[in-house]
């Protein structure tokens, strides 16, 4: 999927560009007047790239990416997404958002979506709506513009202001992301519900000594609902919890694809997946929290 095609409008930047703002004023974005396919641009003159690849860029001038996911680890993640290892995290996910969408035309907001995959199955089951993918990664966003033919994709900072206009997304996932509970408020529409998956303390738990990984805190569901309080409430919870056969590649790529990799680098990872069994069982352990505005 691309926003904008030059000389060729896509329809779906007509259903995703309602929902932009400018990140420096707040305005309305829109295309140009003038024959720049390339851009968009808000009434201050404010005028943003839309890259050849798909994705709108929305960052500021000056804006730090330091913990932009590389390439590297979104090619891994792709690889244990597409092997189906976290397919079961994903089917409770859309299940469980799909239900709460109205039939008529909606958003669905995922900040800090990654390469795209858990948007794409919500949108698989929610037919009437538009996804807007949010990443600070602009290899994410390359990802995410051609996960699913009705989503769209932005560069932006899940830290910052996003550039979506006030309580327009009936639904926002934030999916092993990060958040800010004030922006994930606004943006949300009175009657949406904010979908959080977060590791349990027993996620990926076979692989956290052997490969040393860094572990999850056990009391991060708990801080969670903590941290979205009060303005986002408790509606629903779900823990999903399986065992996945990895080879010794995903297992490599598992660790490669999270936090973990800003601290090992491939051939240490292989090394110490070598150990392993090939296959390896894996338990993929995670909350599923549905919230409301308070």
Known sequence: ????????????????????????????LERPADTDAGSLVCAAGHRFDVARQGYVNLLPGGAKTGTADTPEMLANRAAVQSAGHFGPVAD?????????LPAEPALVLDVGAGTGYY?????????????????????AARRAARSHPRAG??????????????????AVLNVFAPRTAPEL???????GVLAVVVPAPDHLTELARPLGLLRVDDDKAADLRQGLAPSLVPAAEQHVQYVTRMTREDVVAVAGMGPSAWHTDAASLAARAASLPDPTPVTVSVHLMIFRPG
């Open 185 to 191: 408020a606004r943006v949300l529409h009175e009657d």
């Open 119 to 139: 948007l794409a199955n919500v949108l698989d089951k929610a037919p009437q709506a538009v996804g807007l993918a949010l990443d600070i990664s602009k290899h």
């Open 153 to 170: 994709a932005v560069v932006a900072d899940a830290w910052q202001p996003l550039p979506v206009h006030d309580k327009c997304a009936r």
């Open 1 to 28: 999927m691309h926003l904008i095609r030059p000389c060729h409008p896509d329809p779906v930047l007509d259903d995703v560009l309602p929902y932009l703002r400018c990140p420096v004023c707040a305005r309305s």
């Open 92 to 100: 409770a996910l859309a299940a469980q958002v799909a239900v709460h």
